[in-house]
Structures are given as structure tokens and as C-alpha cells.
């Protein structure tokens, strides 16, 4: 491991702002100096009222006091809260919002954000009283104003958006609890993150925020936006929601930092304001004129007469009380020595990001400013002409899955607390800290150290036991017979049966539950690692389940504790239902596995409807058929060679963790010239093993029942990835087919909304092919699409890649990245992810489907099946034959059992310790047909419990409010209690809502 210096982190930042000296230089103006008049008095209560404010007839400078905290990086999450591991970076949030608090108490005029909401419960945690009193008044009168919220700062490429939804839900609710509507943010503020989704902004503006702020995109983007007075702009999120989905959005001018010279924390190397003419190091009014200087430079490109200067960094604010200083001085020299801007005097004063929306809202609707409507995303960002931060949509695979299984998980946890009266919102607190913080945009990116890495690992893993522990209680409740007679499961999830290891599907005798999370029926295949052939599997109503066995593409001999095989079965799954299931190793020789073989004859696998034709000359896909449509498709696992430059240029770029670069004019490798390949047949699936080298498996898989799986199914196993050659490489899954598509693809956003790719085009600026490759590249949470107007290929993921369409007819997936060479945006290290001393190996899969624009349901469908997926349990310990156990359960009343195929049940959870009341959220996850509205009765819906009351809520579950009007869209506030349990939802639509419930006390 290499620790990055002090000096490094220097190093990495001034890169990381190269674009703004790009932007900047040059374009200083001249000001003309007349008197300024002191800004008016505070208002004392939180909220707009609360700003400093701005002036009609000046141009306000919003100086805005703020810190940037990673929720880990290059130190762990502990680290940076308590200061430790200085060796590494000197950063200790406890250290800054202890610090923050006494620098507000000593000038009322003074303002900080604080954004991060995982580092503001730990250091809440640990006041006295009268801490707490401070901070409550300080919250109350609007110096501290709470920004963003959210428990971190999340990513916008690998995110998806239910966990988005679920970390800002979680983070509000404390500082709600804490502090009340004060506390309650009233912008975004996404200023690390790189590059913007659409879908974050359709998040922002359902959630009732006013505006978001950011600092990364294109650099000819963002020179574009500059010198045309784009940056201040409005922005709608989804074409779908429209405006609705609005959102005032700006673009920072200087990164996130301070001017140059202006940074006065200690972590700073420029020199204090010294206001002593006395004194031989006097600089006071030479300072003022700088900052004059970039006020000028920078106000020149934003259309109001507001502008919001950053005044912070990367862990600043250790020592507030200097910083704070200084910026009183700067206040107070501009007061000395008044400054003009285009005959406007120059108001300087102490802001915040919401005080600045409200300033140019005010000056937009009364000087009937226009500001210009964007529908785009701001994706993939580059920072120079050969930088494309478009690997880490793909680095770190396997922390890429955890993070989405244990999103999951999560769904399953807080559904199941909610059916088992007294199990509460603090029951469910552990697993959505680890989603919070994994959202984080250096966790579920990738761009992280690898002892960091490692300590997101063990955060995930201790919330999966801590869940897999709650949800034993629960489902040992839900199963008992009655009451009186509680069992007690010992349920295990067996995360590592992608590993071939489980110990309890090994034992003789063992228990299987199922539970599905959908609000649909559904059938599932249970997949997991066995030792042996023989078995007898039944039933809740003890018939005998089918079942069938394969090789495991994961096997290796000498493995320890691995398994051989891999037995699924069928379970057919009752809407947010449980079934359990007994497996018995079998004395008698029941099951013969179908011998494997390469006879060309055998490359048809499936049936007339579904199936995939092998290409025995090369061992690839030839064709595939889904609903009774051939098409040719190629499928292959390629690597590209990494650019391996030593940074000191743009053109020397390195592909790291976050860089994707390929080597200079190389196009995708082949493994090998031949795969071999073995295929299986059986009565529940059909499959291909197919070899690509020392270091790459795939298994091609088709389900017999089109119930089980309308799509097939690919499962690469890549790694370890040889670097013996010294060559760092990247692994792509491409497939290839005939139809003509152009340069058109489709990426989703976050899960939601698909958004139209032009390949070596940007819609928005002039775009420069430098890297026609890594250029192209997009974030694919969920699937990307080609489509010749009427067919439709698409390929969905288990977890966030970068995808892309090279050629007309031809998507591709990154699966996995191993480089030698840091890229040099801070992290200090290569991303060369190992398992002992080998590379790390990775299992995952996507899934092949082809519509017709008629039939795209189905993708949504997958999707929502991929990401809201049945969870297994196993229990090897109670003999469950003796117990008094109900085999079923479900918690949808069968009069509702049939809700609309596109209804989503995005959040059903606990939001109050042990009293009844629920947060649930419905989403119509149709986007394609505008006329598909859909209602779900939520009267006599669920089994345990009766919905008393229901409340709409806006997307982060706090009350509903007018959000600032523009012209682009107005404030809209809809009623909030309902007088009926209907809820109506148009296509791609969620609604929220509060439920108090009446739980039956029979059932337990
Ligand atoms: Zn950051």
C-alpha cells in the first residue's frame, strides 16, 4: 500500500482543478471602486429569513464557509471522524464541527453548512447538554445550516435510486428528530461527485429541495456554460415527469475551494490578512483588491447579480476560529475600501448555497431573467482531454454487488420489521448506516485506498450479520404457529454461495425459506452449493420439489470448504411471501447429472421459444431466441490493454481507479482463438461452460419456464487478471449482433429513466473524440439498450458498470479492472484488487433480453426483479419437522394479491420505535406508455395490520412544503392527509406516504 503525503494530496487537488485555471485566466475585468453599504441586519429565524441579505441594487457576494467531508477515502470512516492516522491525511471532523460551533457563537453574522450527516450523528452523540443547546440555537437563528443531509454524499453514476431515496430518508429523519423543520435542508449540494445524473435531480426536486449545487463536469462543458452565462441554470431531471422534476441547479466556478490565495485554514500555505500597517508583513488592502479581482473575473459569467464564492476544502475548518478571522477582515476591508462591479457596488457577506438559490429566485422573477432549461445529464465526466472518469463506473466489482445486495437486504429487513408488531425504526438503524455510507462517493465508486476498501467490507458485513440476526426473530414470529409457542429459527443467508461455500447447504438435513419482496407472484430459482447428487426436496404442503444439479464454474479443486456442485430448484413465491422448504441428502441414487458434452450437435440449448445456438467452430453465441424471435448475436469476453502513463501530462494519463484509458490506438483482445465449451441439459435449465482462457469462464443459461426467466443469463467469472506482462487490463462483455442502430444507445439513470447516448456526440458542447473508447462509456446501473425501432436488445446488470455501444448492433459491459498505475487523482494507489497473493476473481451476471417497443414491460419487470430479488436463508440446526411451524406466509391480503404488474412497492419500513406507523412507497415503474395509470387500493391490503391513516409525504418522507417558484415551475404543494386508501400513480411516478396501522394482535 502507498500512503499518499501531504504534498501528494497538493499535487492531486491542483489537478483536480486544472479545469478551473483552464476556465479562469484571462478573463479577469476591470471593476470600478465606489462605497459599499453595509449589509442588512439578520432575521432571527431559520430558513430563507435567516439569510444575510442580499441587495437589489449591488452585486452580492455570497462568501460560503464550508468543509468537504469524504465518508472515507484515503483514511476509513473512524479515522476521519476522529482525527487518527495523521500520517495519512490530516483530517478530523470532530475536531471541525467542535471547532465550527464556537466560531458561529463568536460573530451571529458568521454561517456554515454542514453536509454529511453520518459524521453529524456521531459527533451529536458525543455532546453534553450544553453543546446541544448551542447547536440548537445556532440551528434555530440559520448559522448553521444543514445542506445536502443526506447520511453521505452519494455518488450519481453507481448508485441506484431506491438506495438514494433510502440513505436521504434516513439522514433527514435524524436531523427532523433532532432539530425539527430548522433543520430541515433546503439545497443540494453534490459538489464532489463526478459527473450529475438526471434522476439525482428528479430525486432533489420530488424531496422538495430548492436547488443543487455542483462542481464536476466536462471541462468543455463547463467553459461552454461559463462564458455564455449557462451556469445558473434550470434543470429537468426526467422528460417523463417534467416539471415537476425541475430543479435550479448551479454550477460552481472554482471547484469547490477557496480563490488562491484565500484559503485561511491550516491546512493552507497562504498568508493570513494582516490588517496592522504597522506590521512589515501588512497586507490588507492588497488582499482586498485580489479578492476584488476574482469577484470580478467570476461574476462576469453568472447572470444575477449574485455570486457564490466557496470558501473551504477537503477537510477544512480544524481551527474554524482563524479561518472565520480572516473572512471578517475580508468583510470589513471591503467596508474600508468600498468595490464596484459594472457601477454595482460589491456587497460581501457571510452566505450559504440556500441563501444563494433565494437571492437569484428573488432576482430572477422581479428583472424577468431567463435561465436556461436543460434536459441532459452531465455524464461521463472528463477533467482534460484524455481523462474520462469512466472506470470507476466499473472498479472494485465486488464491493459493486455487496453494496447492492445489501440494499436488498435492506428492503427485506425493514418490510419484514414491519409485519412483526414491535419491532421498530431502531431495529433497522445498523443496515442503513451501511447503505448510507456506501452510497458515499468514494465507496460504492471504487475510488477508495484498499485498507479503506476493506473497512467498507467489514461495515457491510457486520450489517448483513446484523440483519440476517433481526430477520431470524422475525421470521421465527411470521412462522410460528401461534404465539404462545414462538420458535426459534437459526437462519443463515450463506453469502458466500457464489464461492461454492456454505456450510449449511452441505449439512444432511437442512432448511430452506424464501422470501420475496415483490408485491407480485413469482417464481424463483434457488441456487446453492451442494456436495453431493442425491437429495429429496419438499414443500410447505410436503410435496416433492424438482430439482437439478450442475458443475459450479466457481469450482477449483483443493479450494477449502468449496463445493463441486450446484443444485436449484423452483420456488414458486406468493406476493411479499414466505415458503420454506426441507432438503435431505438422499441415500438412494435419485439424480443423475446430464453428462456434460461437446458434441456440436448439442450447441441448441432451450426450446422453440427461448433458447441460444452455439457456434461450435468458435465455442461462442451464435443466436439467440427469446419469445420466438431468432437473433443473431456474438458473444465474447474481451480485455483491454490500460494506459500506463506516468501522469505528468494530460496525454500520460494512466487508466486507474477512477480513469478508464485504454492504451494508446489498441482495440479490445481476445482471450484466446478457441472457447471451449460443455454443455448441460436438464428439466429446469438448459446450460453452456464455456472456457475463454486460464482466467475467464462463462455459463450460458435458459430457463425451460418462461415464469422462472422471460431473458438469458450470462455468468462471467473473470480473474485473477494476469498482470505478469507488467500490462494493466480491463474486461468487457460485448455483444454483437446485426441490427442497425447507428450511433444511438440507451443508459439508464440511476435505475429509472433510460437516456438517449449518441456515440463521439454531447448534446449539450462541443464534444472532442481524444479517447473514442473511454469517451463513450456510461454509467449502467441497471441496463443499457440498441434498437433498430423495432427490436430491442437489452443487456441488465446485478450491479453498477460502464457500458457502451462501440459499433452499430453492439453493446458492451466492463466487468472487471486490474491496473498497475495510479491515475493520479488522489488515491495514490493502482487499483490491483487481490485475494491473497493472486488477483481478485469475480462472479456476476447479466441478462439478455429482446423486446419490441410493445413489449419493453419486461425489461422493467427484470429490473425490478434484479433489484428487489427473493432472499434465501438456510438453517441446518432446528429440526424443523418437529417444530410447530407454518411452511407459508404471506403478508398481502389475497383480495390484493393481484396488484398491477407495474407497481413497485418501493419502501414499506418502520419510522417510529414500536408505535405503528409505516413509510410506504408505491411506484408505477412504466415509462413508456403514457396512458398506463394505475391504481392500488392500499384498503385491506396487508395482513397484519390495517392502515388507519395515510398521509402523503413528499420522496424523503418529510412533510410536504412550497418549494421557491421559477418560471419554469411553479410552487406546487399537494394536499397532504387522504380521505381514501386509493392511490393513483402515473407512468414512472412514486408516491410517499405516512400510514399509521392498527396491527392485529392474533396473528402473533
Ligand atoms: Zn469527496
Redesign the pocket.
Known amino acids: 500500500m502507498i500512503i499518499a503525503s501531504a504534498d501528494m494530496m497538493l499535487v492531486s487537488r491542483s489537478i483536480r482543478l486544472a479545469i478551473c485555471l483552464v476556465v479562469c485566466v484571462g478573463l479577469l475585468e476591470q471593476g470600478v471602486h465606489v462605497n459599499a453599504k453595509p449589509f442588512e441586519t439578520k432575521a432571527s429565524q431559520c430558513g430563507y429569513q435567516s439569510c444575510n441579505k442580499a441587495r437589489t441594487d449591488a452585486l452580492n457576494v455570497h462568501l460560503v464557509p464550508h468543509s468537504?467531508?469524504?465518508v472515507g477515502?484515503l483514511k476509513t470512516v473512524d479515522q476521519y471522524f476522529t482525527g487518527t492516522k495523521t500520517n495519512i491525511q490530516r483530517a478530523n471532523v470532530n475536531a471541525i464541527i467542535s471547532s465550527v460551533v464556537l466560531a458561529l457563537k463568536e460573530n451571529p453574522e458568521r454561517r456554515f453548512i454542514q453536509v454529511e450527516t453520518a459524521f453529524f450523528h456521531q459527533w451529536w452523540s458525543e455532546q453534553n447538554d450544553a453543546t446541544k443547546k448551542t447547536v440548537h440555537e445556532l440551528v434555530e437563528n440559520g448559522q448553521l445550516q444543514f445542506t445536502g443531509g443526506a447520511w453521505s454524499?452519494n455518488d450519481e453514476a453507481a448508485v441506484h435510486y431506491q438506495a438514494v431515496i433510502d440513505q436521504f430518508t434516513f439522514g433527514l429523519k435524524f436531523l427532523n428528530e433532532t432539530f425539527g423543520e430548522c433543520a430541515r435542508p433546503m439545497v443540494g449540494w453534490q459538489?464532489?461527485?463526478f459527473g450529475h445524473s438526471s434522476e439525482m435531480a428528479s430525486i432533489f426536486a420530488h424531496m422538495g429541495y430548492d436547488g443543487v449545487f455542483f462542481a464536476r463536469v466536462d471541462w468543455r462543458d463547463k467553459m461552454e456554460r461559463l462564458n455564455n452565462k449557462k451556469a445558473d441554470m434550470i434543470w429537468q431531471g426526467s422528460n417523463k415527469l417534467g416539471a415537476s422534476s425541475n430543479i435550479f441547479t448551479s454550477l460552481l466556478y472554482n471547484h469547490y475551494s477557496a480563490p488562491s490565495g484565500f484559503c485561511f485554514d491550516v491546512l493552507c500555505q497562504e498568508d493570513p490578512i494582516v490588517t496592522d500597517e504597522r506590521n512589515s508583513e501588512y497586507n490588507f488592502k492588497s488582499k482586498v483588491e485580489n479578492f476584488n479581482n476574482f469577484i470580478r473575473s467570476q461574476a462576469s459569467h453568472y447572470k444575477t447579480n449574485n455570486i457564490i464564492i466557496t470558501m473551504g476544502d477537503?477537510f477544512n475548518y480544524q481551527d474554524a476560529v482563524s479561518y472565520y478571522r480572516n473572512m471578517d477582515k475580508l468583510i470589513e476591508g471591503f467596508k474600508l475600501w468600498p468595490q464596484k462591479f459594472r457601477d454595482q457596488d460589491i456587497n460581501l457577506f457571510y452566505s450559504t448555497p440556500a441563501c444563494y438559490v433565494k437571492a437569484v429566485n428573488d432576482a430572477v422573477n422581479s428583472n424577468d431573467i431567463e435561465l436556461p432549461l436543460e434536459t441532459y445529464d452531465f455524464f461521463p465526466y472528463a477533467s482534460d482531454y484524455n481523462s474520462y472518469w469512466s472506470g470507476y463506473y466499473t472498479s472494485r466489482p465486488a464491493s459493486k454487488r455487496s453494496e447492492k445486495s445489501s440494499s436488498n437486504l435492506l428492503q427485506i429487513h425493514k418490510q419484514l420489521a414491519t409485519f412483526t408488531r414491535n419491532a421498530g425504526e431502531d431495529e433497522i438503524v445498523q443496515m442503513q448506516k451501511s447503505v448510507g455510507i456506501m452510497q458515499?462517493?468514494?465507496a460504492i465508486t471504487g475510488t477508495e485506498k484498499q485498507h479503506v476498501a476493506n473497512d467498507y467490507a467489514r461495515i457491510m458485513d457486520e450489517a448483513f450479520k446484523d440483519s440476517e440476526m433481526k430477520i431470524n426473530g422475525y421470521i421465527s414470529k411470521l412462522l410460528s404457529s401461534n404465539s404462545s409457542q414462538q420458535i426459534s429459527l437459526n437462519l443463515k443467508q450463506c453469502l458466500l454461495k457464489n464461492e461454492t461455500i456454505c456450510a449449511e447447504s452441505t449439512s444432511d438435513t437442512f432448511t430452506v425459506v424464501v422470501y420475496n419482496p415483490l408485491v407480485h407472484k413469482t417464481k424463483y430459482p434457488v441456487r446453492f452449493p451442494v456436495n453431493s447428487l442425491n437429495f429429496a426436496i419438499t414443500g410447505p404442503n410436503d410435496e416433492s420439489v424438482n430439482y437439478q444439479i450442475s458443475d459450479s464454474i466457481a469450482f477449483e479443486e483443493g479450494k477449502e470448504n468449496g463445493n463441486q456442485y450446484e443444485l436449484t430448484f423452483i420456488a414458486e413465491l406468493d406476493a411479499l411471501g414466505l415458503k420454506v422448504y426441507n432438503v435431505k441428502k438422499s441415500s438412494t441414487v435419485g439424480y443423475e447429472m446430464d453428462k456434460p458434452t461437446t458434441d456440436a450437435c448439442k450447441c441448441k440449448l432451450g426450446g422453440i421459444a427461448r433458447g441460444v445456438n452455439i457456434d461450435s467452430s468458435t465455442g461462442l453465441l451464435e443466436s439467440v431466441t427469446i419469445n420466438g424471435k431468432e437473433l443473431k448475436v456474438r458473444q465474447e469476453l474481451l480485455y483491454y490493454l490500460s494506459a500506463q502513463g506516468d501522469n505528468s501530462e494530460f496525454s500520460k494519463r494512466s487508466s486507474g481507479a477512477y480513469i478508464f484509458r485504454n492504451l494508446n490506438g489498441t482495440v479490445a483482445q481476445q482471450m484466446s482463438d478457441k472457447v471451449e465449451f460443455t454443455t448441460y441439459k436438464g428439466e429446469i435449465y438448459d446450460e453452456i461452460h464455456q472456457v475463454f482462457g486460464d482466467w475467464a469462464k462463462q455459463t450460458i443459461r435458459v430457463y425451460h419456464d418462461e415464469g422462472v426467466n422471460d431473458n438469458i443469463e450470462f455468468e462471467w467469472y473473470v480473474g485473477p487478471i494476469p498482470v505478469d506482462d507488467e500490462q494493466g487490463k480491463e474486461v468487457i462483455s460485448r455483444f454483437t449482433t446485426e441490427l442497425e442502430t447507428g450511433r444511438d444507445f440507451y443508459t439508464d439513470s440511476n435505475g429509472r429513466e433510460m437516456i438517449h447516448r449518441i456515440r463521439d456526440f454531447r448534446p449539450t458542447y462541443t464534444y472532442t473524440n481524444e479517447e473514442p473508447i473511454a469517451g463513450n462509456y456510461h454509467p449502467v446501473t441497471a441496463q443499457i439498450t440498441i434498437t433498430d425501432g423495432t427490436t430491442r436488445l437489452s443487456v441488465l446488470n446485478d450491479r453498477s458498470q460502464g457500458g457502451t455501444s462501440l459499433e452499430s448492433g453492439q453493446v458492451e459491459v466492463m466487468v472487471h479492472r486490474r491496473m498497475l498505475r495510479d491515475d493520479a487523482f488522489g488515491v495514490g494507489e493502482a487499483l490491483n484488487e487481490k485475494d491473497g497473493d493472486q488477483g481478485l476473481k469475480v462472479r456476476g451476471r447479466h441478462y439478455l433480453t429482446i423486446t419490441t417497443p410493445e413489449t419493453q414491460i419486461i425489461e422493467r419487470r427484470l429490473a425490478n426483479r434484479i433489484s428487489m430479488e427473493p432472499w434465501v436463508f438456510f438453517d441446518s440446526t432446528s429440526d424443523v419437522s418437529n417444530l410447530s411451524l407454518k411452511k407459508e406466509f404471506t403478508a398481502l391480503k389475497q383480495t390484493s394479491n393481484s396488484v398491477d404488474e407495474v407497481v413497485k412497492l418501493l419502501t414499506l419500513e418502520p419510522i417510529l420505535s414500536h408505535k405503528s406507523t409505516l413509510l410506504i412507497r408505491l411506484e408505477n415503474f412504466c415509462d413508456w406508455d403514457d396512458k398506463k395509470q394505475v391504481t392500488v387500493n392500499l384498503e385491506d391490503f396487508f395482513v397484519n395490520f390495517d392502515i388507519m391513516t395515510l398521509e402523503e409525504v413528499n420522496l424523503a418522507g418529510n412533510i410536504l412544503k412550497d418549494r421557491l417558484a421559477w418560471n419554469q415551475y411553479p410552487s406546487v404543494k399537494t394536499s397532504n392527509i387522504k380521505d381514501s386508501f386509493e392511490v393513483t400513480l402515473k407512468p414512472f411516478e412514486i408516491k410517499t406516504f405516512k400510514a399509521i396501522v392498527n396491527y392485529k394482535s392474533s396473528l402473533y
Open positions: 468537504h467531508d469524504d477515502w454524499m459538489i464532489d461527485p477537503d458515499h462517493h468514494d
